[in-house]
Every structure is written in structure tokens, then in C-alpha cells.
């Protein structure tokens, strides 16, 4: 109850700064971490006091009990108020060293959601490593929202190219490559903070171990341990990665080789054929990422289908497109978007992985293809720098929390339940924060350059 609280409240709080940004031009400078915190507390305040109500409370000393009793959410909340106040006091650190790239292109939407989606994620993680009283048991569903995006966009990559004069081989080449040199430095970053830290977890230092881990971690930096390469595991949040690179370079050439029949037929068919057999097989979309399933491991196989669904989001994204809707009609297109998001985030909050696994995943599906069409009222109140900065902050996050998810119990065996989410969150936000920072100062390196013309000579041979 304490998280779900203080989850619900953040992220009510949010959408409420959002919407003053829009109302009162609000900016994070001026005057927007004050009106975070204060939503914040309100909400929070507002719950409690209505906890109350249901449990029959209505005296001060009671409420006051209550409240009392539910101090560990306040203390949550001031946490979370604080970490967002540090953010806002480094803006002109952290908001220069990891500029928002392609405002207009991004939709602001599915930039929110995502970054809900990784916090569903990080509390699922804590809620299988940490303790099993924690709630979004089913949170791995927010992978599920990660997937069918990317199959979205790959759509849309495909269509921009498909009908140029171009080699398949090389084209789609050129796009797995580009993904890969997209996320890389934070890949590389945090796969360093999940070595270090699971040595520590382990108390092993020798030079011989270490060497030898470092080596049979190769497959998992290259991104290809999906395929059954792997030997290690530290870092096992990046096989969304590794299955994304894979699935790219056997989706996107059909789609290239002609993307009318692929969108249309293929796509379809083969999100139908995947959800059909990994329902009749397992009956949901939970499971051992190393399970083998035939030819592929289940999470390829989770892969190939929902970005095959994300292709078919993109073609009936293009027909909304074309619509002209009414102001009615806009606010019936939020409305159905925002249920699409909501119900699956309740209904992962308090069950385990089963069938309505993929009833959630076709909810998800329809918000994101609603989403992308742009064509509802709220597009514009998620369409600006705070949101798409979050978006992609959402990264980060995904990469900084399962190793301390992990080893949080072993490195610090003495912390009761409520002092270890504590130092989940913090360490995790750390960890996120300083991935996002090394990543960026990586890409703004500019001896790499200099460094390839001493390496390789571009110039011909005379």
C-alpha cells in the first residue's frame, strides 16, 4: 500500500505540473519543483485522509493515528519531492549535458509512458529480488510497451525507405547498427555498475576472476546473447536490446522488401501465429528470459510478436492520420487513449502473470497506436521539454536498478523492508543519473576523431 501510494501520488502530481505548464507557463525554473512537491504532499494527503474515512476514522485523534501510521509514505514522498528538486537545481547541468534530441519528433505521450512504464519495471524488479510484498508482480508488462513502440518505429523507418533504390542487406544493416550506436554508451556505462557491483555482492576481487568474467561477458555487450550465446549474466536487463537487434535485422528487410504486403499480411499474421502459440503454450508472458521454446528463447519469441503488433500499430496509425475528428471526437480518442494505459497498470498492480496477460498487451497496443496518431485532445499537454526529457531519461532507469535489485540483500543483509526501498530508489536514481550523464560527456568526446584518423586512413592508396 505504502508504494502504490506513493507511486499513484507522483505520478498524479506530475500530470498536474504538466498541466500548469501548459496553463501558467510554469517553467522547472521558476516555480515548478515548488508546485511538484506541494501537488505532491496534497495528493498524498488526500489519499490518506480518504484511507481513513474507509476505515471508519473521522475523529482527530484517529486521523491523526492514521497518519501517523502512514508516515513511511510521507517520508517516500519527501524523498521523491527532493530527488525531483535536485534534478530542477541541476537543470542547467543536467538538462545541458543530455540535451532532449528531436522535439518535434517525438511524441510526448509515449515519451510519458515510457517513463512510467520503466518505473513499473524497476518496482517489479525489487518486488522478485527484494521482497514479494511489493506490488506490480506483473510489471514485466511494461517491456511489453518498450516492444511495441520499437516495432512501431521500425515500421516507420521502413516505410521512409522502401520505396528508394536500396540494398535490403545493407539498408537494414545500417539500421540495427544505428540502434546499437543509439544506446551503447549507456549499454557499456551500466553494464560496468552491475560488474562492480556484483563482485561486491559475490566479495570476490581476484585478478583471475575478474579477467575471466570480463571475457565471458563479451556476447552480452555485443547484444547477441539472446541468440543462445550466453555464458554470463550480469547485466540481463539488456536482452530487451539484444532481442530488439535481432528482431530488427529479420523484420525490418521484409518490411523493406515490399512494406505494403508486410504490413498488411505478414505482420499481422505473425503477431497472430506468436500470441497464439505462447498463449496455448505457457498462457501468459512471464517466464525464464533463457527458456527455449523450439528454435528460439521465449523472450525472442515475446520479441518477434509485439513488434510485429507494433508494425500493425503503425498501419492503422496511418489510417487515424487521415481522419479529421471533431473536438468531441478528440476528447473520446483521450479518453479511450488514457483507459488503454490505466486499466493494464491496475490490473499488473495486484495480479500475477496469466491470460489477461495478453489482453493487457492488446489494451497497450491500441493506447500506443492512439498515441502516435496525435490526434487527441492531450497531445499537446505531453508535448514539451519536461516530458521528452523523462522519455528519455526512461533509459537510464531501465539500465541503473536491476544489479541493486540483485545484491541489495546481500550487500547490506541488516536493512528491514522499508529501508531497503530507500535505498533501492536512491541507488538506483544514482546509478540512472550518472549513466545518463557518462553517456552523454562519451558521445561529446571529441577525441574520437582524432583517434580514428590515427588508426585508420580514409585517404586512397596512391
Request: net charge positive; hydrophobic share 50%.
Amino acid at each position: 500500500m505504502v508504494v502504490f501510494i506513493g507511486f499513484f501520488s507522483t505520478i498524479m502530481s506530475l500530470f498536474i505540473y504538466l498541466i500548469c505548464l501548459k496553463i501558467r507557463r510554469f517553467s522547472v525554473r521558476k516555480g515548478g519543483a515548488t508546485l511538484y512537491v506541494m501537488t505532491t504532499f496534497i495528493i498524498q494527503e488526500l489519499v490518506v485522509l480518504s484511507l481513513c474515512a474507509l476505515r471508519g476514522m473521522y475523529s482527530f485523534n484517529d486521523v491523526f493515528l492514521s497518519i501517523y501510521f502512514y508516515k513511511k509514505i510521507l517520508i517516500i514522498s519527501f524523498m521523491v519531492c527532493a530527488t525531483w528538486g535536485i534534478f530542477c537545481g541541476l537543470r542547467g547541468v543536467v538538462f545541458t549535458c543530455y540535451q532532449v534530441s528531436g522535439t518535434q519528433k517525438r511524441v510526448g505521450s509515449i515519451e510519458f509512458y515510457r517513463f512510467v512504464f520503466s518505473l513499473i519495471v524497476m518496482i517489479f524488479h525489487a518486488s522478485r529480488q527484494i521482497n514479494n510484498s511489493i506490488p506490480f508482480k506483473s510489471g514485466r508488462l511494461g517491456v511489453e510497451f518498450f516492444f511495441v513502440v520499437s516495432g512501431f518505429l521500425l515500421a516507420q523507418s521502413a516505410s521512409k525507405i522502401a520505396h528508394s533504390e536500396c540494398e535490403i542487406g545493407s539498408a537494414s544493416s545500417r539500421y540495427a547498427l544505428a540502434k546499437i550506436r543509439r544506446f551503447f554508451p549507456e549499454v557499456l556505462i551500466g553494464f560496468a555498475f552491475a560488474f562492480i557491483v556484483e563482485h561486491i555482492r559475490l566479495m570476490n576481487f581476484k585478478v583471475s576472476t575478474l579477467v575471466v568474467d570480463m571475457i565471458k561477458s563479451v556476447f552480452q555487450v555485443m547484444l547477441i546473447w539472446m541468440s543462445g550465446l550466453e555464458t554470463v549474466s550480469f547485466f540481463n536487463v539488456t536482452w530487451y536490446m539484444s532481442v530488439l537487434i535481432i528482431v530488427s535485422l529479420i523484420l525490418f528487410p521484409l518490411a523493406l522488401k515490399n512494406i505494403d504486403l508486410f504490413l498488411n499480411v505478414f505482420a499481422p499474421l505473425i503477431t497472430l501465429f506468436v500470441m497464439g502459440y505462447l498463449c496455448l503454450q505457457d498462457g501468459d508472458l512471464k517466464g525464464n528470459l533463457g527458456e527455449y521454446m523450439g528454435f528460439f528463447h521465449k523472450g525472442m519469441l515475446r520479441g518477434i510478436g509485439e513488434m510485429s503488433l507494433g508494425c500493425v500499430s503503425y498501419r492503422i496509425s496511418l489510417e487515424l492520420k487521415k481522419m479529421s475528428f471533431t473536438h468531441k471526437g478528440e476528447i473520446i480518442i483521450s479518453i479511450i487513449e488514457t483507459i488503454c494505459y490505466v486499466l493494464p497498470i491496475i490490473w499488473i498492480f495486484g495480479h500475477n502473470s496469466s491470460d489477461m496477460d495478453f489482453i493487457c498487451l492488446f489494451f497497450i497496443a491500441v493506447g500506443i497506436t492512439l498515441s502516435f496518431s496525435s490526434k487527441g485532445v492531450m497531445h499537446k499537454l505531453f508535448q514539451n521539454k519536461t516530458v521528452l526529457w523523462l522519455g528519455q531519461f526512461s533509459f537510464p532507469i531501465y539500465l541503473g536498478h536491476t544489479y541493486w535489485a540483485k545484491s541489495l540483500n546481500s550487500i547490506f543483509p541488516n536493512l528491514n523492508l522499508f529501508q531497503s526501498i530507500v535505498f533501492y530508489v536512491v541507488l538506483s536514481i544514482f546509478s540512472a543519473t550518472a549513466i545518463m550523464c557518462l553517456s552523454q560527456i562519451t558521445r561529446e568526446f571529441k577525441g574520437w576523431s582524432q583517434i580514428k584518423n590515427e588508426l585508420i586512413c580514409c585517404g586512397r592508396n596512391e
